[in-house]
């Protein structure tokens, strides 16, 4: 066996004693390099073109598998852009929508402390349910008094309605008593001015009695100066005289009483009269009893009603939830003085909606009752179920603070974005709190 024998390139010799093969050109390369030492024609020609196939065929098989990845990423894609042209077909979809809510805001209706907090931060309450309560002592105190007002305005009611029972009952009584009153004075005038008459008539008398007597006193008197008669008869004569004047002393005395008598008739004439004017106006009377009567149950109501008042008031002192809902922006802490219309917190219930502002070119397509698919990004796991409940008559900026005016300026046109109410359908779900500002994903189904 002959030992090898190191050639200038490195080759080793074969062990049949046949010269080494030229060496490869390279990695995958099947010529060999000119001038080294290598097969002659008939030596080994064959190992070269061996090679050359096998290199040929590893540089086909790389091209084959990215062909066939390609064509896989083109399958994928074709699929995709059917996917999303079908989705287009069936389906409207925005990113550009929030969850909302019609959040109601509990202020107090009375002002004063707040005696008793009951709820905290984030908590559920059902409607119905006491929130807080206000101090009610004050309020108490008013109704208190409303109470009494009121007792004391039936008291009155009744006071008016017995003063009406008795004026009805004594004003025809009244009537008649003045009338017969006016009737006696008529007559005992009458009489009054008739004994007048009687007593001008002796005065008259009288006075021609005086006269008569006079005349003969005074002849009797000349007479007893010439002795024609005696002094008894010029006595006698005297004394009749004088007593003559007496009686009509008497009878002017008894005139001016008859007269007298007849002006106090008459004035009780004119006050029986008077009091018949008054009993004629019994009906007035009445009608203004009545009428007191009135303004008293005017007043019963007034006073029930302020009754009414101070009770709801009353009521006001107890705060309790208008909605089933979380507590959101509690700002009130127990013993704070809270005013009327202060809000204390808000309650954002548990049924909210989405608004989805669409492209005004995509609502060719969206009616009310349409079902919705809703993806809301804090829960990507879960698909909500909604409806569409109505669109807006007008865009978003339209009812913006500083809306666009087009009138002025360069106009530039721009799509505007029209809000879509969507309810929700499906059950609240307690473990995934939705609530205002969420962003979420709606899709409208066309089909």
């Given at each position: ?41 008939a ?11 096998a ?37 409207i979809?925005?990113d ?22 009951l ?9 119905g ?26 008291a ?83 004394a ?8 009509l ?21 004119g ?34 009603a ?17 909605t089933?809902g979380?507590?959101t ?31 005004e ?32 008559a ?19 046109k ?11 359908t ?17 899709a409208?189904?066309?089909?």
């Open positions: 066996m002959s030992r090898p024998h190191p050639t200038g390139d490195g080759a080793q010799p074969t062990g049949d004693g046949a010269p080494p093969a030229p060496a490869a050109a390279g990695r995958g390369g099947g010529r060999a390099r000119p001038g080294a030492g290598g097969a002659g024609p030596g080994g020609g064959e190992p070269p073109k061996r090679d050359e196939r290199a040929r065929r590893g540089r086909r098989r790389p091209r084959r598998w990215v062909l066939a990845v390609v064509a896989l990423f083109l399958a994928a894609g074709a699929l995709y852009i059917v996917r999303a042209v079908l989705r287009a077909r069936t389906r979809s925005t550009d929508a929030f969850i909302q809510a019609d959040v109601v805001d509990v202020s107090p209706r009375v002002a004063s402390h707040v005696a008793r907090l709820v905290v931060d984030n908590q559920h309450v059902q409607a349910d006491l929130l807080l309560e206000l101090d009610p002592r004050d309020v108490e105190a008013r109704l208190n008094q409303a109470r009494a007002d009121l007792a004391a305005a039936i009155t009611h009744d006071a008016a309605e017995i003063n009406v029972d008795l004026v009805a009952t004594t004003s025809g009584a009244g009537v008649r008593e003045a009338a017969a009153g006016v009737e006696q004075a008529r007559q005992q005038t009458q009489a009054a001015r008739q004994e007048l008459e009687q007593r001008r008539a002796e005065t008259l008398a009288a006075e021609a009695e005086v006269d008569r007597s006079r005349a003969a006193a005074t002849r009797y008197a000349s007479l007893r100066g010439t002795g024609a008669v005696s002094r008894q008869e010029a006595d006698d004569a005297l009749a005289y004088r007593t003559a004047q007496a009686r002393e008497a009878a002017r005395r008894a005139e001016r009483a008859a007269a007298a008598q007849v002006q106090q008739q008459s004035a009780e004439v006050a029986s009269r008077a009091r018949l004017t008054g009993a004629l106006a019994a009906p007035d009377q009445v009608r203004y009893s009545r009428a007191q009567a009135a303004q008293a149950r005017a007043e019963i109501a007034q006073k029930q302020a009754v009414r008042q101070a009770e709801l008031e009353l009521s006001y002192t107890k705060l309790r939830a208008p089933a979380r507590i922006r509690k700002e009130v802490q127990r013993g704070d003085y809270v005013q009327v219309g202060q809000r204390l917190l808000s309650i954002v219930p548990d049924s909210v909606y989405v608004v989805a502002n669409f492209k070119t995509q609502l060719k397509r969206i009616r009310p009752g349409l079902p919705v698919r809703i993806r809301v990004d804090a829960y990507p796991d879960t698909v909500f179920q909604g409806v569409v409940q109505g669109i807006q007008g865009s978003g900026a339209a009812f913006s603070l500083l809306p666009p005016e087009n009138a002025t300026g360069n106009f530039v721009v799509t505007q974005r029209v809000p879509v109410k969507i309810l929700l499906g059950p609240p779900d307690s473990t995934r709190v939705l609530g205002p500002g969420m962003s979420v994903e709606p409208i189904l066309l089909r």
